[in-house]
């Protein structure tokens, strides 16, 4: 805390561009400059930090020249970058480049060159940092993604491969970094379709460092949802790998006897939850194109801890709890028995009232799923007042809300008897149908327009509803 209160005040004073200039390497100040360097690591770890001043041409030349680690001996008189600057300099650029115009500006300053050659330095923390800073690259950018792939230095391997040996490493923090660096040219859609063998590395490597320690276990899971996410291949290699169990595993033994357990009572409060929140989200990731994943996850007994969940201190993890019962709730064999025994829908309708928005959207997107055909479930948030908080939640200020509350609302009218379906309207009323029918936004229109179709329809006619 005292530190996050440090970094605040430092920032407040405008210390951001005093640091970045202390990075040159023309004043012959190497002592200044590694000073100045792990205070602007210590600030870029803070969320919600803009680090716009590091994208100006002197400062970002500056912070370049730092990654030229040179062997042979220095000319009498000037200061040469160390491995120990090169590193810091390439946390500096990883925890900056947080967007596709930063990638392609530093792509473009030939930033790709200088980590490539960071990476073979042999330096263990400078080689982590190099990976930290590619991955952060290619994140969800194709382009940067192939300029990276396609990168060719005589006499040295190509980058897939250099990645690869690196993922095979003894050390688990290399290994978690080079498996990210390959997830995110991965899901950029970067690596050439024939290289089927990446994902033979990746994808067990993940799995295996979800029973390391420290940062690299907590991380792990994370990495892993968004290298399955919307990957039904991925999904079901995953599900073949026992990752689901593992997963389960992980959720059960810091729901229930996180305090107790040995190899728990290492981390740090905060490191558990953060741990339970990733594995949540890794299990809801997995599980939300193939039945036979969902399946895993009942028979791995991960139900009852995902409702507890549910009602979780911190809002991370009650939304990653609402995103796995998302997942399983596109089941219909969820829905009627595993989902109902397990009395999903109370703990999920008081979230509705969540304080955080991004659980309420979780909430409602889930909810759509479980009032689609299904009169238990259904009942009980007709009869609990879900439909009074579904309607006030029309008029919400966040699209989100609005899209999720309609999208709900027409799906509780499926397949509804005349009573249910009087119930709702009594409360939504047709003027405000007809108001979200032209309203502003096309999303909310179709899903008025659906309301009223499921509205008009009788159980002997064909209706239509998506799930979420």
Known sequence: MARLTLCNILLSCKALP????????????????????????????????????????????????????????????????TLYTAELAGLILARSCTDTKRQNI????GAVALLMNLLLSGSLK?????????????????????????????????????LLDLARSMNPRMQLT???????????????????????IVLPTLIKLLDSSGDTQIEAPLILAYLVSDNE????????????????????????????????????????DKFEENALLALAAVSTLKEECRKQVIE??????????????????????????????RSVRNLRTSLLDAGVAEPLFKLLDD??????????????????????????????????????????????????????????LFHADPHDKSSVMDRLTYEKLFALMHD???????????????LSCGKDLVSFASRL
């Open 126 to 162: 400078a080689q982590e940092a190099a990976l930290e800073a590619l991955s952060a690259l290619c994140k969800e950018n194709r382009l940067v993604g192939r300029h990276i792939v396609e990168f060719r230095e005589p006499g040295r391997g190509t980058p897939i491969e250099i």
């Open 300 to 329: 791995a007994k991960a139900l009852p801890h995902i409702v507890n969940a549910m009602a979780h201190p911190k809002i991370g993890i009650r939304a990653a709890a609402c995103q796995c019962t998302r997942s399983l709730s």
């Open 106 to 109: 530093l792509v473009r300053e």
């Open 355 to 412: 304080e955080s928005v991004k659980v309420q959207i979780s909430a409602l997107a889930t909810l759509c799923n479980i009032v689609l055909d299904f009169s238990p479930m259904k009942k009980h948030i007709i009869e609990n007042g879900g439909v009074n908080r579904l309607v006030a939640l029309v008029d919400s200020s966040n699209h989100q809300l609005r899209l999720n509350s309609v999208w709900a609302l027409k799906n509780l």
């Open 18 to 81: 005093c640091l970045l200039s202390c990075l040159n390497l023309a004043e012959n100040k190497l002592d200044l400059i590694e000073a100045a360097a792990r205070a602007l690591k210590a600030i870029l770890h803070l969320p919600k930090v803009t680090s716009l001043e590091i994208y100006e041409p002197m400062h970002l030349k500056n912070l370049l020249s730092l990654l030229k680690v040179r062997t042979s001996t220095p000319i009498q008189g000037t200061t040469v970058p």
């Open 178 to 200: 080079a498996a990210s660096c390959l997830t995110n040219l991965t899901c950029a859609e970067a690596i050439p379709e024939h290289m089927t063998h990446v994902m033979l």
């Open 440 to 454: 502003q936004e096309h999303t909310i229109q179709e899903q008025a327009l659906g309301l009223l179709r499921n």
């Open 233 to 272: 291949a991925m999904q079901k290699a995953a599900c073949e790998a026992d990752a689901i169990f593992k997963l389960a595993d992980i959720i059960s033994r810091l729901s229930t006897s996180g305090t107790n357990d040995p190899k728990l009572q290492v981390y740090q409060s905060h490191d558990k």
